[in-house]
Every structure is written in structure tokens, then in C-alpha cells.
């Protein structure tokens, strides 16, 4: 079993930043890559970073330049940095992985940039 909790969104500037967090517990020995995912209202969830356990990372281009994906394996957690935010990266914000063929996704952090 893997549990995974976010945090750090919120309502935000556009131009501003947030760092979102998502902490993993449970069996973390047996994750390898984790991935961030975004949904809007009425539309599926996108994955739009990855990292591996052993840091490499993976980003849609349309946030490369903008987010950016890390980890501390120490303290299990994998962040997400968001700078120069727009209005429409307003969205739930996921964490996902996958262990043994099952996934396990947290519960969401919100995201609202006004402009």
C-alpha cells in the first residue's frame, strides 16, 4: 500500500509561483516513478511531469520552461515548482505512481491563478 497526499496549492497572481508537495507513506521503497497530473473541470487528467527514483525528469513542453519537477528521497516527497503562472493553469493538481501494477493517486491540490 502507498498513500500519497498533496499540498501547497491555492489562489495565486498570474506571474506568481507555488510549490506544490505531494509526501508519499506506505511502501515508498517500492516506488520508481512518479508523476504529476493536472485536470480541469469536465476534462481528463494529463500527466505533465515524471521522475524517475533516480531523478530524471520528464515534462510536457508546454510547462517545461515554467514547472519543474524534483524530488527528496530522503523525506519521500516529490515536488512541483510553478513559476510564472497563467490563468490557465488553473487546475486540480495530482500525484500519481504505480506499484506492483497499481496505482495510487492522491487527493488533489487546487490551483486558481487570477489574473
Known amino acids: 500500500q502507498v498513500q500519497l497526499v498533496e499540498s501547497g496549492g491555492g489562489l495565486v497572481q498570474a506571474g506568481g509561483s507555488l510549490r506544490l508537495s505531494c509526501v508519499a507513506s506506505?511502501?515508498?521503497?517500492?516506488?520508481?516513478?512518479m508523476g504529476w497530473y493536472r485536470q480541469a473541470p469536465g476534462k481528463q487528467r494529463e500527466l505533465f511531469a515524471t521522475?524517475?527514483?533516480?531523478?530524471?525528469?520528464n515534462q510536457l513542453d508546454s510547462v517545461k520552461r515554467r514547472f519543474t519537477i524534483f524530488r527528496n528521497n530522503a523525506k519521500s516527497t516529490v515536488y512541483l515548482q510553478m513559476k510564472g503562472l497563467i490563468r490557465a493553469d488553473t487546475d486540480d493538481y495530482y500525484c500519481?505512481?504505480?506499484?506492483?501494477?497499481?496505482?495510487?493517486w492522491g487527493q488533489g491540490t487546487q490551483v486558481t491563478v487570477s489574473s
Open positions: 506506505g511502501i515508498i521503497s517500492s516506488i520508481k516513478t
Open positions: 500519481k505512481t504505480a506499484v506492483d501494477g497499481r496505482e495510487y
Open positions: 521522475i524517475t527514483s533516480d531523478g530524471r525528469t
